[in-house]
């Protein structure tokens, strides 16, 4: 079974970046669409970008759009997430998901996701 390892959270500031990798197991890292998703104390798991599998459609939360950039690179079995003038309120954990080309359901849908990785905390605080 496929696994997703996610790496590149930590401490940031307040208008500060991060940029967020999540690394396939396996070669057949091409076949799946990708999304990021995160979860802060208290709060439901929410939609925050998703990524076709040939990289051409990307798709943005509002609360994201224009802050952060989502990008893939299939050589490398790796999704991206590029996050730029954060807020306090991005702070929660990340965690990408990979889904199937036959999976049904919005990309915003986490339950129409098959795998999963463990997350990586993000806290934007001064």
């Known amino acids: 079974q496929v696994q997703f390892v996610e790496s590149g959270g930590g401490l940031v500031q307040p208008g500060g970046s991060l940029r967020l990798s999540c690394a396939a197991s396996e070669r057949t890292f091409s076949r799946y669409a990708m999304g990021w998703f995160r979860q802060a104390p208290g709060k439901e798991r929410e939609f925050v970008s998703a990524?076709?599998?040939?990289?051409?459609?990307?798709y943005y939360a509002d609360s994201v759009k224009g802050r952060f950039t989502i990008s893939r690179d299939n050589a490398k079995n790796t999704v991206y997430l590029q996050m730029n003038s954060l807020k306090p309120e991005d702070t929660a954990v990340y965690s990408c998901?990979?889904?199937?080309?036959?999976?049904?359901?919005?990309?915003?849908?986490?339950?129409?996701?098959?795998?999963w990785g463990q997350g990586t905390q993000v806290t934007v605080s001064s």
């Open positions: 990524i076709n599998r040939d990289g051409v459609y990307t």
């Open positions: 998901a990979a889904r199937f080309p036959s999976s049904s359901g919005s990309y915003r849908y986490p339950p129409s996701y098959d795998y």
